[in-house]
């Protein structure tokens, strides 16, 4: 049985954590703020949303954090520049 849930715009990465999912949300269209989408196996509901830098490319759990990637090719002053962030 297939079934879609719901998460932010531009899903770019998938990780299976603690028992639950996360889903790296991009944000190329509005250029501004990533989310990382918590979503319960069980239910198939988002639980969580987490506020990251624009345009995450990867996310990793260290069993207390969330940390995320970002890239911020939008800004003009920082071209290719990335961030690294936690939630």
Do not use: F
């Amino acid at each position: 049985l297939l079934t879609d849930i719901t998460v932010g715009n531009q899903p770019s990465v998938v990780r299976l954590w603690n028992g639950k999912i996360y889903v790296g949300n991009q944000d190329w269209n509005g250029k501004t703020q990533a989310r990382v989408s918590v979503i319960n196996p069980s239910t198939n509901l988002v639980t969580n949303t987490l506020n990251t830098g624009p345009n995450n490319m990867e996310i990793a759990y260290d069993g207390t954090r969330i940390w995320t990637h970002n890239a911020d090719w939008y800004n003009p002053g920082c071209l290719n520049a990335a961030t690294l962030t936690y939630a």
